[in-house]
């Protein structure tokens, strides 16, 4: 069962609308991450935070922008959203940053812009 | 140039036949692996993490890592029909972030 819980797992939207992203994981981990799976299911990191830091921010358009109240929230934000944003979007946490830390996902939020 | 390579991208096997799935990563940074599964509709489940060249079994699926050719592959043992669903490797190098392949859908036929 998983414990790491996003909202909405469906969202339709027309280009240029802001729309935002949960996630809630129940672990205690201290370490969360937002990654993207496009339609060919490649899967990307976009963000990393660890204790409400951000500590990787790969290439990511500005329009994206993370937010976090606490290390157990991580939530996306999408400022005007445009077609190729149409994805899954995947959170994930981790108890620590280690190179052999196991990262746990969450089921995704489907985006689709129209 | 897509740093982890994966393949095969799709495949078909009879129920109770061995499924070899193969990754190469060119990455340069990745020490660690991990083949995840992805079910419709389910987040990523992993399925075998190994760190050190050789063999990793956990229960039905089995890891090999060769780091000198920078491979790691997947075997599943007597797969069955609940076991279609894409298969991704993963890298990890000295930090946690993971470097993903473009999967490869399984399809296990009764």
């Known amino acids: 069962e998983t414990a790491v819980f996003q909202t909405p797992n469906y969202h339709v939207t027309q280009v240029g609308n802001e729309v935002s992203f949960n996630c809630k994981q129940t672990l205690g981990h201290d370490t969360m991450y937002w990654y993207k799976q496009d339609s060919k299911k490649l899967l990307k990191i976009m963000f990393s935070y660890n204790n409400k830091q951000l500590i990787v921010n790969e290439t990511v358009p500005r329009r994206f922008s993370p937010q976090s109240s606490d290390k157990a929230h991580l939530n996306l934000r999408i400022k005007s959203v445009e077609p190729e944003d149409s994805a899954v979007y995947l959170c994930a946490s981790s108890p620590g940053t280690g190179g052999r830390t196991e990262v746990f996902f969450g089921k995704g939020t489907r985006l689709t812009v129209v | ?110």
């Not at chain 2, 990455?27 to 079910?39: E, M, P, V």
Request: glycine residues 10%.
């Open chain 2, 1 to 110: 140039q897509q740093k982890v390579q994966q393949s095969p991208e799709s495949l078909t096997v009879s129920e109770g036949a061995m499924a070899s799935l193969n990754c190469t990563f060119s990455d340069g940074t990745s020490n660690n692996f991990r083949w995840y599964r992805q079910h419709s509709a389910k987040g990523l489940e992993v399925l075998v993490s190994i760190f050190s060249d050789g063999e990793k079994e956990e229960g039905r699926f089995t890891a090999h890592l060769n780091r000198a050719n920078l491979h790691v592959s997947l075997h599943i043992r007597e797969p069955q029909p609940s076991d279609s669903a894409v298969y991704l490797c993963a890298g990890q190098g000295t930090g946690s972030k993971l470097s993903f392949g473009k999967g490869a859908k399984l399809t296990v036929s009764p």
